[in-house]
């Protein structure tokens, strides 16, 4: 799949998966917003009403209110990609979230996740 086409999906229909990864481990719906909120500067609320709307997955990273500066903290392999080595910026923000959701379904503290 093209990166166009990852941008181009319905964040509705992208963001509904990535909780279902985390709920299949016994995580919830809230923590995965928890750590898109993070992410992003975005409120829970927010995230709530994007999924409510025909924004695409790439709107939703190009729109971030306030990107955490902490993110580039977040290092390692998801989906067989090394998130730090992603050269597109956009492509490495997405690489993000699905890095803390990753980290999230496998049991990953909350605090270690946030980088806190």
């Not at 799949?1 to 181009?8: E, L, P, Q, V």
């Not at 990273?61 to 903290?73: C, G, I, Q, S, V």
């Not at 997405?94 to 909350?110: C, F, H, N, Q, S």
């Amino acid at each position: 799949m093209t990166n166009d086409k990852i941008y181009g999906m319905a964040f509705a229909k992208v963001f509904p998966l990535l909780i279902a990864k985390a709920e299949k481990k016994g995580r919830t719906r809230e923590e995965v917003l928890c750590v898109t909120s993070w992410l992003t500067g975005y409120t829970t609320d927010a995230i709530e009403a994007a999924l409510e709307t025909d924004l695409t997955y790439g709107d939703f990273f190009r729109n971030m209110p306030d990107a955490n500066p902490k993110r580039t903290l977040i290092t390692g392999v998801v989906c067989g990609v090394r998130v730090e080595t992603v050269e597109e910026p956009l492509m490495r923000e997405i690489r993000y979230l699905d890095k803390l959701v990753d980290e999230l379904a496998k049991g990953k503290p909350m605090e270690k996740i946030l980088r806190g």
